[in-house]
């Protein structure tokens, strides 16, 4: 598989292959030893063809970002576990404080 990644990369570096006729591709496929059937998709600029064979399943990656209002306190390195929660907590406490 890191051949066909290695040609990949280097196709990708090299207009001259990357522009070059479906020949010149296939004879640089078959001199860098790759599958035939890699090289029939590569050749084919078959993308799915291709992520199938190198078994890469397509994955969807979600974000949550926090809410507008909670601030979340950044550790510095000396702080132990839970004392940012702690921190958060005494914040809290003290906005509730100053609001009565």
Not at 31 to 46: G, H, K, N, Q, T
Request: hydrophobic share 30%; charged share 40%; net charge negative.
């Amino acid at each position: 598989m890191f051949d066909v990644i290695d040609f990949l990369e280097r196709m990708g570096q090299d207009a001259q292959l990357r522009h070059a006729s479906q020949d010149e591709v296939e004879l640089a496929l078959t001199s860098a030893e790759i599958d035939p059937e890699l090289r029939v998709a590569i050749l084919a600029r078959d993308e799915q063809g291709l992520q199938a064979l190198l078994g890469q399943d397509p994955f969807c990656c979600l974000i949550n970002p926090a809410k507008p209002e909670e601030e979340q306190e950044e550790c510095d390195g000396s702080c132990e576990d839970g004392e940012e929660k702690n921190n958060d907590k005494d914040k809290e406490d003290d906005k509730r404080k100053d609001g009565d």
